[in-house]
């Protein structure tokens, strides 16, 4: 052989390698294992990279574990904010958040939530969430999906507690489901501030953010417009009373409603690790998040895309 006709071979055999081995990854990847993480909810999805434009079929299998499982975790997801963005678009519109100082400034779909100082100050939105609630539910558009990339965590402290409403509203009486089927909820970003006001980290909102977000009515019991499954929907991060009802009269019901829907057999506590990605639906799920850990010394930096949802129903 020449040595000519040995650079060609050496070069068709890498190639042929290295089209191989797209193939298989994309064989692989067309293949995502589910694996529950809890009775109550969350799977976790193995052999995807979401470096790669996976194949629609991938896609189609997470949503499908997504509607299931309510939350999907994949782990070792070392990904740029623009992959993160990109695999968050196979979902649906991005939403770009009403606080626009936290955003990335050249990628605004991307909403930073940090307690890490960069040049002496803060490169996100810190310590918030430390109530139940779903994103972005003061909208009359409220969110499908949130997506978190977790970029540092504190070795210990600083979970994320999810709370299946399915669960919760499956777990009620019939009465007080015919109850609630009936009933509607106004919800106001102004209590969500007044809840992050009251733990300590939020500034106050301004008058522009709060204009941009008027109260809103949604049914106290959603269906979910995927499986036509039913959720309570009447979480205490931005709920204020029922639709015809005072807010005196509305308390006592949404206690209860508060009370039970994080009962322990309903949740699933996330621990997170560095480059964890976690996709939880908003329709489903509500979320708190931990803040036990020390915010001066124990850095946590997170990436966070919100996929916009529709009208609840
Ligand atoms: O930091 C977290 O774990 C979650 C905070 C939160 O509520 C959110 O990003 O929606
Ligand atoms: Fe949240």
């Keep these: 052989m020449t040595i000519t006709e ?32 809890s009775p109550a909810l969350g799977a976790e999805v193995l052999n995807v990279d979401l470096r790669e434009d996976l194949p629609d079929e991938t896609i189609a299998e997470m949503r499908k574990a997504l509607n299931e499982n309510c939350l999907l975790l994949i782990r070792d997801q070392d990904i740029t904010p623009e992959q993160h963005v990109a695999f968050s678009r196979r979902f649906g519109e991005l939403e770009i958040h009403v606080l626009t100082e936290y955003l990335l400034p050249d990628l605004p779909e991307v909403l930073v939530l940090s307690n890490v100082k960069k040049n002496g100050k803060i490169m996100g939105r810190a310590g918030v969430g430390e109530y139940w609630h779903s994103d972005l539910q003061y909208l009359a558009k409220p969110s499908l999906g949130s997506i978190m990339h977790a970029i540092e965590v504190p070795e210990i402290g600083g979970d994320t507690m999810f709370a299946n409403q399915f669960a919760a509203y499956e777990a009620l009486s019939d009465g007080m489901r015919d109850l609630l089927d009936g009933l509607e909820v106004v919800h106001h970003f102004a209590k969500a501030r007044y809840n992050s006001v009251q733990v300590g980290y939020a500034r106050p909102y301004s008058d522009e953010e709060l204009k941009k977000t008027p109260p809103v009515t949604h049914p106290a019991v959603r269906t979910h417009p995927e499986t036509g499954r039913k959720a309570l929907y009447a979480s205490p991060g931005c709920a204020l009373n029922f639709v015809g009802m005072t807010e005196e009269e509305s308390r006592p019901l949404l206690e209860f409603l508060y009370r039970h829907a994080i009962n322990p057999r309903f949740l699933y506590r996330h621990k997170w690790r560095a480059n964890d990605i976690v996709f939880w639906d908003n329709r489903s799920l509500m979320h708190y998040a931990v803040q036990d850990y020390d915010h001066a010394s124990d850095r946590r930096h997170m990436h966070r895309t919100t996929v916009s949802g529709d009208e609840p129903y």
């Design 6 to 37: 040995s650079v060609e071979k050496s070069r068709k055999t890498l190639g042929g390698a290295s089209s191989r081995k797209r193939d298989e990854r994309a064989a692989k990847s067309a293949k995502p294992e589910i694996r529950r993480v």
